[in-house]
């Protein structure tokens, strides 16, 4: 009952920021230096043409009638057409899923990698190793991740020859290929995640780990494997899950130029193409889609904290 | 103590120079040091001291608890039942605590797992020791939740500590602890952190459920008038040390060592009944990076006499059926045992 | 700075630090001493280096083309034959102005912004927050590559496009600080003998705040040179012929086998460059004795 109440407040206050960031997209869409029709129309077009250009995108009437007209079609799944002439959303739908593997192969690296690193660490708390894991970390934050990627293709994919260096394969055309093919990014973009998460999964163990209810665990007679994994781990959880919504923000952005790195066919290269067509309904289309997909993470995280913290499912 | 017939008349917890030592940054601090106690079968031994003293550590020590609290076990033996519980694998241990030795800690508001269900809580020690079904653990902790004291237990085994008040959370520790039947229950503070109303209540139930189980008891304590209640005998500890070891009776009609009859002259119901002001004990308790020489007790004694009581270390000798860590121990007995109250356990 | 510090004594008598001057504190933080050389080093290279670099930077000699390092060439030469360590030395001033640049931006945003959303509160505080709230729900890079594509790819484009992604950083900051310095009885007493509010935000809330917002700062310097570097790495922010470490990086990546060190050396400086902000910025933080968050 509270937990449903939660979630419908939760839902209610994405609204007004999911509106903004609609109206941020259309109002860079529309102050857009230069006229788009004419861009579309060519170099040598006619005043007509351009006319009919312009007819044709929809750059006509006053702009709260067409912000209305705007939203109403992206709700409907629809984001206009693209400057060189392809529907945006077919653009968009055939790159997403590169994209959406590339973060999600990230995200599983940066959590297989921070979780026993972070524990360890905040377990070992001011041993050798655990100076060594603060300092790799530090490092892990700062270097940028085609620096990694760079590295990694020079070391693992050229000099070993182990992974392809580039390109995306489909799961349906090869499921092997596909691995070996989304290692290497998954890598190199889940690095400075794994760092980011040590880090916080490191401090957010350590707290917990001094609390008394760890030594009651432990006075109960509990398995290491019990005192951590269950009971530190679910209170450790919270402030690590915050954190999660940001990562995959920030993974999002990090796909632009790891996709480039691995010349895979996602929404990042995408964009980075858009820009030297200028292409601006692709761009903020992307830039829509993405923000979405954060505030649904963010939704989703937050809702979590229901599972997590009791608090706040039951006040 | 060899002889196996023997072994049941033999104390359920034999404490034998227990030391621990901290890291710092004066290097390793040994915060217990040379402690010795027994806990006889269906009895309770009151281990008593300011903060500081060591008594806290002795009661981790005892349960093997040291290692996560950052401090090393540097000497001394626990026997529990006969067997040494720190020549144990950690595996063996960890089947002893929470089924054998069950563990109170101080503040209730904190030793309560704050994303688990109370009822879970309890439940799990129950399935970690027991083989029993998740629905018998549950009914265990529920049962337990009622045995002590806490209405509609079945619905409340089903809420989490954030809605219990203090002295419910303690009741629910207490449940924990008790809920494998332990034969060695270690309270460490259990009704300080209380209010007083709450604290009298807490200690009834846990002094019911003492004769009920027929359990022994390690109760830690600063406070003597919880002694007088619930306590067989009294082991005193003062920095680091035990100062004087003695049953409840003898300890509150003679206290055979200065800081336990300052102790029993800070308690109200002693200024209560002589109507003199509650006394305190001058000074600050010695620090563990710089222990006093000769007695460590001396710098804040009324009876300290340079010489004796300030160059040498002084060791534990018998005074009465008791022991004592005062070298003036016999010439002071007539003086400081006019302090205090006749006390004793009340029930 | 020694005004912050002589606040800050009065608020942390408990800690072990009680007494210390903000420099002794921050002398005794060995990564952030560390960090601040890095940076010393990296400003001077910046200031001097071009005065210093060994060869010309735009000069391509096209028969030495790729080679790896050698006497002539420390770090060898990129495809059109001009010599990589001169071209570091040159990108180090490009990347540090460029991210200058970016950050004041992101000062110019969002300082008024959050001294307003801090001070005002209400619904302007509301309205700020949101609009706050949804730039911040774009991926950092995609929006950047969004502004870039809409003002057109350049170096200074660039940077207003990572100053405007990064300005709710500075603005969130600023009002946290702000929201709570307002509450400060000096801010009231101020408001009592007749201050206008133009001069409490700027003569008691202004100075009151700047320890967070030095910190802040420092850290986003770090956070631009890492944007800028991925911009220019795309082609998006410093356009050739001019050299930046992203687009040094970019331009070696294709012969990345033939000269590693063309790939490594800018990225080893754009990364050493990065943390030396980093911790420079926790050091600051942990000295100044106030959280980030």
């Known amino acids: 009952m509270n937990g449903l109440l939660f979630l419908i407040r939760r839902l209610i206050s994405t609204v007004p920021v999911l509106v903004m960031v609609a109206l941020i997209t259309f109002v860079i869409l529309n102050a857009a230096p230069g006229d788009p029709a004419s861009l579309v129309a060519g170099e040598d077009a006619s005043a007509e043409q351009i006319a009919a250009a312009r007819e044709r995108l929809g750059l006509d009437g006053p702009i709260h009638e067409r912000f209305i007209e705007w939203a109403g079609e992206v709700v409907q799944g629809d984001l206009g057409d693209s400057f060189r002439g392809e529907s945006v959303v077919t653009m968009i739908r055939r790159a997403l899923p590169v994209t959406l593997t590339l973060t999600a192969g990230a995200l599983f690296v940066g959590i297989a990698i921070a979780l026993p690193a972070g524990i360890f660490s905040a377990m070992r708390s001011g041993s050798r190793i655990d100076r060594a894991i603060v300092v790799v970390t530090s490092l892990g934050i700062s270097a940028p991740e085609f620096f990694i990627g760079l590295m990694s293709v020079l070391v693992i994919a050229l000099k070993f020859g182990w992974l392809p260096a580039t390109g995306f394969v489909s799961f349906s055309e090869s499921p092997v290929n596909w691995l070996k093919s989304i290692i290497l990014p998954s890598l190199t973009l889940g690095v400075g995640v794994a760092a980011e998460l040590t880090r916080h999964i490191r401090a957010a163990m350590g707290d917990v780990l001094k609390r008394d209810y760890v030594l009651t665990a432990r006075a109960k007679g509990l398995s290491i494997k019990s005192v951590i994994g269950k009971h530190a781990m679910k209170n450790a959880l919270l402030p690590v899950v915050t954190v999660l919504g940001l990562q995959v923000r920030r993974l999002l952005g990090g796909t632009v130029v790891v996709e480039s790195v691995f010349a895979m066919n996602g929404v990042g290269t995408l964009a980075v193409r858009s820009v030297f067509f200028r292409d601006l309904p692709v761009l903020l289309g992307i830039a829509l889609v993405t923000a979405v997909i954060v505030l649904v993470v963010n939704l989703l995280v937050d809702l979590s904290y229901g599972y997590l913290d009791p608090k706040v499912r039951t006040s | 103590m060899n002889d196996s017939n023997e072994t049941v008349t033999a104390p359920m917890l034999s404490v034998k120079s227990l030391s621990v030592a901290f890291k710092s940054s004066h290097g390793l601090l040994t915060v217990v040091n040379d402690v010795s106690f027994d806990v006889p079968r269906n009895s309770v031994m009151a281990l008593v001291g300011e903060s500081g003293s060591g008594k806290s550590v002795t009661a981790l020590g005892v349960a093997g608890l040291v290692p996560y609290v950052g401090g090393v076990v540097t000497g001394g033996e626990v026997l529990f039942d006969g067997s040494d519980l720190l020549k144990m694998r950690a595996s063996e241990v960890n089947a002893i605590r929470g089924r054998d030795i069950g563990f109170i800690f101080q503040d209730p508001m904190s030793s309560l797992n704050p994303a688990f269900k109370v009822g879970e809580q309890i439940a799990e020690v129950v399935r970690r020791h027991r083989k029993v079904t998740r629905k018998q653990a549950w009914a265990r902790a529920v049962e337990m939740l009622d045995r002590v004291g806490i209405a509609s237990a079945a619905t409340r085994a089903n809420e989490y500590p954030h809605l219990f008040s203090g002295g419910m959370r303690q009741r629910v520790m207490i449940a924990l602890a008790l809920a494998c039947d332990p034969a060695l229950l270690i309270a460490d503070e259990p009704t300080t952190a209380l209010d007083v109303t709450v604290q009298a209540r807490v200690l009834e139930i846990l002094k019911d459920l003492q004769s009920i189980n027929g359990m022994s008891v390690l109760f830690i304590t600063h406070d003597l008038g919880v002694v007088a209640d619930i306590a067989d005998d009294v082991t005193v500890l003062y920095a680091a040390e035990v100062v004087e070891q003695a049953s409840v009776r003898e300890l509150f009609a003679s206290p055979s060592h200065p800081y336990s009859a300052a102790l029993l002259d800070t308690m109200p119901q002693v200024a209560l009944a002589t109507g003199k002001p509650v006394a305190s004990i001058p000074g600050i308790v010695a620090q563990a990076h710089a222990w006093p020489d000769g007695c460590r007790f001396n710098p804040r004694c009324a009876h300290s006499v340079d010489g004796p009581c300030t160059t040498d270390a002084i060791e534990l000798q018998s005074v009465g059926t008791g022991l004592s860590r005062c070298v003036r121990a016999h010439e002071l007995r007539e003086q400081l045992s006019k302090s205090g109250l006749q006390g004793g356990k009340s029930s | ?293």
């Open chain 3, 1 to 293: 700075m020694s005004d912050f510090t002589e606040q800050d004594r009065d608020q942390d008598d408990e800690i072990v630090f009680t007494g210390a001057s903000f420099w002794q504190r921050f002398s005794r933080d060995k990564a952030a001493v560390w960090g601040l050389s890095v940076l010393t080093f990296v400003v001077l290279l910046a200031i001097f280096g071009p005065m210093l670099s060994p060869k010309d930077p735009y000069t391509s000699t096209l028969t030495d083309n790729l080679q790896g390092p050698s006497g002539k060439y420390w770090f060898g030469t990129d495809d059109l034959g001009r010599d990589i360590l001169s071209r570091m030395i040159v990108a180090t001033r490009v990347s540090l102005l460029a991210s200058v640049q970016a950050v004041s931006i992101s000062l110019v945003i969002g300082l008024p912004l959050g001294l307003l959303s801090g001070y005002a509160g209400g619904f302007v505080d509301n309205l700020i927050m949101r609009i706050n709230d949804a730039v911040m729900s774009f991926p950092a890079l995609i929006l950047a590559v969004v502004i870039v594509g809409f003002l057109g790819p350049s170096v200074t484009n660039a940077m207003i496009a990572i100053g405007i992604v990064f300005a709710p950083r500075i603005m969130r900051v600023v009002r946290g600080s702000t929201l709570s310095v307002r509450e400060e009885v000096y801010i009231s007493s101020a408001r009592a003998v007749g201050c206008t509010d133009t001069r409490i935000i700027t003569r008691h809330i202004l100075p009151n705040i700047m320890s967070p917002l030095v910190v802040q700062v420092t850290l986003m310097l770090g956070i631009a040179i890492l944007a800028e570097a991925a911009l220019s790495f795309l082609g998006l922010g410093v356009q050739p012929p001019q050299p930046s470490w992203g687009g040094m990086l970019g331009r070696a990546f294709p012969y990345i086998s033939l000269t590693p060190v063309a790939v490594i050396a800018p990225g080893v400086m754009i990364s050493a460059t990065v943390l030396a902000f980093n911790l420079a910025g926790d050091g600051f933080r942990d000295s100044l004795g106030r959280e980030k968050r």
